[in-house]
Each structure stands twice: as structure tokens, then as C-alpha cells.
């Protein structure tokens, strides 16, 4: 893939839909193979990188990489459909051909992390983006410590992904807990904010690489609360999300005071980020 | 390769050794009140004895009858719309029984354009460190790279400048000095032509030229003085990255807001802004379809949403979001102001809005908070 990117990096490549999952309803994972031979061989990616995924007719869109890099030749691509795009591709169907290009961005800090435990923090409807962290250290688990997912939701029903978080609550030495601002019958989780729940953790779970993806304000308040509580902030990396059309700081979409989200991201380390996340409008 | 001097009644000389080299040659027309670059093949079609009032929110373009060429100074287009193109196709997909993907890479005709103003090329410089491989891009844009490698500048030294101009603060101007393969100086009924690439050089002793004396340099760098002496605008860029960022709570940013009408004509007339859209053109009959960009804006709601959010839904932020990254975040990005002085946006912004003058309010009151 790269040969491509360096060539023409606008121009998308064929890809396959191997396989629709249904995740959740309005939730596919697209497991996509490119159908050029060579490319494939060249394709490469890091954990928490994104592709820009192609709807013939329709456009284009960026979608973050959730399998694992150890298998490069079938691309797993988690989509909630939101948009123009994102319906049309979640009803994909095996044998379709699709437009890929990438990958594109950096990668969660998973060699950093080797050794230390994992703090996970999503919120909202799910963040594709942390599925891939927790796959890779579930896949390497001798590689990686204790590993504790803490999700937020508004209200119990965004919980739309219940079953790939309780595959990843029964693998060893991984928690998962869950927190709801508004409570329902039947809801066993926490009812508050997602920072509550590190008040639930074991005090070893905070000790390790914090990774979170989510919405801002959610993501800004964990890791405020983890410096308050003494941790260094080198070891809190967040998820960014902007609108990206060219995935290579080329359009100016993503721009984030002096970053694009989709170069220079859309992993940061919190330090980048933190001054302009305090500041509405950015 | 020394100065020469080709007189203004010799001009289509220069014009028809392009046409001879194959080039497409594209000079500034006076056309419906303003100056447009357009294809031209005689020298009686550039705006010969036009001078361009300009002021912030004004442009009015004056015949004064004189026999100058160049006087004009410059229009709302800059070399951008030569190597950027405000629109085209990117790629293009078939699919009748499979999908193909074909990129519609830009031909690369030869294209020469007469009248790039030192602001103008850069301009296109500091694009280049956008979209060309390099320091700071890891990828080049192919569509923008093909137009640029087929782009022969023929570069004119202002002998005037706009009350707008502040290329001179903004160390890029008024003299050309890079970048060009011919500048000229216009000088009483002649122009002293130089040479600023190989190309260039074999073109111009083509004209078999008179080789310009040491008073015509002299008369050269004197005019040049003069204009730069004459711009009394400026932007003082020293921690400029630092001031903005950190005021961006500053009560400027809601006197402005209260002035701009975020219609981004500022963007669309500055020759360094680079942000486009990408978009879908399907065909009727769904067997096809063109994958297609367009110059987009950060004044737009659009360009700051993220899937339906609109994350700069204020006037403010979005002038905040324009301004900070022309004079303050591009210099983290690319090394360089986003801002060549060139005065463009200025000028046509319909409330006359100065860059100069909310750059400076800022710094006049640094701390400020709304």
C-alpha cells in the first residue's frame, strides 16, 4: 500500500468485503482484503490507526483499523452507521468491493505499554479505536499486565456492545465496568460518570498506560482526575476525532491548533492536546 | 546571466517565444472592473494604463491612460489558481460488473503565467510545503505537483503596491527573489529582465536582448525601496504563535465576530489556503462515478463538524480557528507564517476586516479576557 501512497495517495484501492458481522444493531465489522496481490503483501498497520474507506457512488469516510496487525491480509473495520456513507457500507455484502486507502495516522502506544498494566476508558457508543488495544494486549497477554475497561454511556440502552465487552470481562486478568448517568431497570453498573469508576478500580488498575476514546469532555475529565490523583502525564494518550477527507494533512479538516488529528494523530499523548481541549470552539 | 532590457514594444516578443515552447501563456486581463489572469497571446491584452485603487473592504480598478503594463498591482487571484485548482477531479470509479478506481491526473501542459507578483510566489511556496513531499508533508499531492512542475512563472517587481500590501513586513516582497525563471522590472518604456532558472535563460537569449547597465539595476532597486517604504501595514511576528494561543479567550475575538460576515472570501482570495473538500459526483445511470474536490473554507459550518456536530458554531470560533492557523499554528506546521503580506484578504473582505490591525489588538492587550 504504501508504493500507492506514495504514487497517488488520494486514489483508494479495491478491497473486498470478506465478511459482515453484525455487532449490534446498525453495528458491522467489515473484515475487508485488498484485491491487489502486491498491495496486500505491502500492507502494514499499527494498532489505533484508520483507514479511509470508499462507498462506491456515495464517498468517502475515515474508519479506525479494529483487528489485529499480526494479520494484515483481512482488515477488520468496525462501522456504526451515522451517515450517508456509513449506511451504505453497513449493509456491504461479501464480495462487494469497497475503496480503501491507508493507513493512515499513529498508533496507540503499544510498545510503551509492554509490561505495565492497560487502563481503558471509551465512552459513548462505543469507540472502535480501544477494541484494538484490547485485542492486541488480549493476543499478546503475557506481553501486558492487568487490563481494566471502564465504559460510560448516557443512559443504559448506548450499551450496544455488550457482547465484545463481556468476551473481554471473561479473558484473564481483564475487568470491565460500566457507568450510566441515567439508570434503568436492570442496570447493574454504576449510575454516574465514567470517573466514578476509578474509584472502583483496584488502585494497581491506574498504575499503568491510560488509553481513552470517547467524547472530550469525557476523556478531559479521566485524565484531569488522574493528574489530580498523581499520575504522570505522559503515560494518558487519547483518541482524537475530527472530520477527515484526505487522511494526510492535506485538506485541513482535522486541524487542532497546530495538529492534524490525522497525521499528527488521532492517538496523542494527553500533553498535546490538553491546553486546546480546555477551550471551547477548537 | 546578466540583466537585459526588453523594451514594453518588444513584449510579444516574449509572448510568442512561450507560445513557440510549447507554453499555454496566462497574463492579467482587465476584465468586468477587475484584474483576472486569463490565456492571452499579444501584449495588448494585459492592462496596459490601469492602476487598482485598494483599501480594506475596496478594490476599484482605474484607466489613467498611461502606457505602464503592470501598474495594476495585483488582482484577487494570486498564482494559487494555477497550481491548486479550485476545482477538479480526483479519480474516477466504473462499475459495471466490477469497480475500478482511475486517477485523472492533471495533464501537465506547459503553463506560463506573466505577472506573479513576489507575494505571489511565496505564496506558492509556502503551499508547496503543504502539498509537496518534503520537511513537512510526507505525501505529495500528484494533482498539485504535476501543475506545479509544469508552471513557467514570468515574475513582475511591483513599481507600485496597494495601501494593503505589507509584503515587505512579512519578508517576502516587494522584490522577487526566487523561484521565478524570468522576472521583469517595468522601468519609463522598458523592462530589465531577469533570469532566475535554466529555463528562463534559454528563453531569454532567444530575444537576443540588450544587456541593461548598472543605472537600470540602480533605477530597479530604488523603485523596489520605494514601494517598500510605501506599505504602511505590518504584522509583528515575533512569539506570534505564543500570543495567539494564548489568547484565545481575548475579547478581539468577539469585536470581530461582531464584523465578519464569515463569508470566506478571505480564504478563497489567500494564496496560501489550502483546506478542500472532498466530494461525489455519481453518474445518473449508477454505472459511474467521480470522486471530485473543491476549495473549501473554515468559515463554513461544515468544514469544522464532525459526523453532524458542529464544533465551531460561532462566528468567533471560526475567525479565532482562521486567524490563529494564518499567523500562528502554520509557523508550528510548515515553518513558516501562513500570511505573505499580500493584503488580498483585506481588500475584499465586504467589512474590511484587517488581519494587521486584530493581530495587533491582541497584542496591544495581551491577557484579555472576555
Known amino acids: 500500500m504504501s508504493a500507492q501512497l506514495k504514487v497517488n495517495p488520494y486514489l483508494p484501492q479495491a478491497a473486498e468485503v470478506v465478511d459482515n458481522i453484525e455487532e449490534a444493531p446498525g453495528i458491522v465489522t467489515l473484515k475487508l482484503r485488498l484485491t491487489d496481490a502486491d498491495a496486500r503483501a505491502a500492507y502494514t498497520f499499527q494498532p489505533g490507526q484508520f483507514n479511509m474507506l470508499y462507498l462506491a457512488n456515495v464517498g468517502e469516510v475515515p474508519i479506525s483499523i479494529s483487528s489485529d496487525p499480526s494479520e494484515p491480509e483481512i482488515i477488520d473495520h468496525t462501522i456504526r452507521a451515522v451517515g450517508r456513507v456509513t449506511e451504505g457500507m453497513v449493509r456491504a455484502q461479501r464480495g462487494d468491493i469497497l475503496g480503501l486507502r491507508g493507513p493512515f495516522g499513529t498508533g496507540w502506544p503499544m510498545e510503551k505499554a509492554r509490561g505495565r498494566n492497560i487502563l481503558v476508558i471509551t465512552g459513548g457508543i462505543g469507540c472502535a479505536p480501544t477494541a484494538s488495544v484490547v485485542g492486541y494486549a488480549h493476543a499478546r497477554r503475557d506481553q501486558y499486565g492487568k487490563i481494566s475497561v471502564c465504559h460510560g454511556v448516557r443512559k443504559p440502552d448506548d450499551l450496544i456492545y455488550g457482547e465484545r465487552f463481556q468476551s473481554w470481562c471473561n479473558a484473564p486478568d481483564t475487568v470491565c465496568m460500566f457507568a450510566s448517568q441515567e439508570s434503568a431497570p436492570g442496570w447493574t453498573g454504576r449510575t454516574g460518570l465514567v470517573t466514578q469508576l476509578l474509584d472502583d478500580l483496584e488502585p494497581g488498575a491506574v498504575e499503568g498506560m491510560t488509553m481513552m476514546c470517547g467524547p472530550e469532555p469525557m476523556m478531559r475529565a479521566v485524565a484531569e482526575e488522574l493528574l489530580k490523583r498523581g499520575r504522570p502525564i505522559d503515560d494518558i494518550y487519547v483518541s482524537m476525532e475530527r472530520s477527515m477527507q484526505c487522511g494526510i494533512g492535506h485538506c485541513g479538516h482535522c486541524q487542532y491548533g497546530k495538529e492534524f488529528i490525522c497525521k499528527d494523530g488521532p492517538v496523542f499523548p494527553y500533553e498535546r492536546v490538553r491546553r486546546l481541549m480546555a477551550v471551547k470552539g477548537f | ?370
Open chain 2, 1 to 370: 546571466m546578466e540583466p537585459s532590457l526588453l523594451p514594453r514594444s518588444q513584449f510579444d516578443n516574449l509572448i510568442r517565444a512561450l507560445e513557440d515552447d510549447g507554453y499555454r501563456v496566462f497574463g492579467p486581463t482587465a476584465r468586468a472592473g477587475a484584474v483576472v489572469f486569463d490565456e492571452i497571446h499579444g501584449a495588448d491584452e494585459l492592462p496596459r494604463g490601469y492602476q487598482s485603487e485598494q483599501v480594506p473592504g475596496r478594490y476599484r480598478l482605474e484607466h489613467n491612460g498611461h502606457d505602464r503594463l503592470f501598474d495594476f498591482v495585483h488582482g484577487h487571484e494570486s498564482l494559487k489558481r494555477f497550481t491548486f485548482a479550485a476545482e477538479e477531479r480526483l479519480w474516477t470509479i466504473t462499475h459495471n460488473g466490477q469497480v475500478k478506481f482511475n486517477a485523472d491526473l492533471p495533464d501537465g501542459k506547459p503553463t506560463a503565467v506573466i505577472g506573479a507578483r513576489a507575494c505571489d510566489i511565496a505564496g506558492m511556496k509556502v503551499q508547496d510545503r503543504t502539498f509537496i513531499e518534503g520537511d513537512y508533508a510526507a505525501y505529495t499531492d500528484p494533482y498539485y505537483g504535476i501543475r506545479r512542475r509544469s508552471l513557467f512563472v514570468v515574475a513582475v517587481n511591483c513599481a507600485t503596491c496597494a495601501s494593503t500590501c505589507f509584503c515587505s513586513s512579512m519578508g517576502t516582497g516587494p522584490r522577487v527573489s526566487n523561484s521565478f525563471d524570468i522576472a521583469l522590472t517595468e522601468l519609463g518604456d522598458e523592462f530589465m529582465v531577469e533570469t532566475g532558472s535554466p529555463a528562463g535563460e534559454s528563453l531569454v537569449k532567444r530575444l537576443h536582448l540588450k544587456p541593461a547597465r548598472p543605472e537600470h539595476e540602480q533605477k530597479v532597486v530604488q523603485q523596489i525601496e520605494a514601494v517598500a517604504k510605501s506599505q504602511t501595514r505590518s504584522i509583528d511576528n515575533f512569539g506570534i504563535y505564543e500570543l495567539l494561543f494564548g489568547n484565545l479567550d481575548h475579547p478581539r475575538w468577539d469585536d470581530v465576530a461582531a464584523r465578519c460576515l464569515s463569508c470566506a472570501n478571505c480564504v478563497m482570495v489567500c494564496p496560501t489556503c489550502f483546506c478542500h473538500r472532498e466530494g461525489e459526483v455519481a453518474a445518473m445511470d449508477g454505472e459511474s462515478s467521480q470522486h471530485v474536490r473543491q476549495w473549501d473554507a473554515c468559515f463554513t459550518m461544515e468544514h469544522g463538524s464532525t459526523h453532524g456536530a458542529r464544533l465551531r458554531p460561532q462566528v468567533k470560533q471560526r475567525y479565532r480557528q482562521w486567524l490563529t492557523h494564518k499567523l500562528g499554528s502554520w509557523w508550528k506546521q510548515f515553518g513558516t507564517s501562513g500570511c505573505v503580506g499580500c493584503g488580498r484578504c483585506i481588500t475584499w473582505c465586504p467589512t474590511g476586516i484587517d488581519l494587521t490591525e486584530e493581530a495587533a489588538a491582541i497584542r496591544a492587550n495581551p491577557g484579555a479576557r472576555a
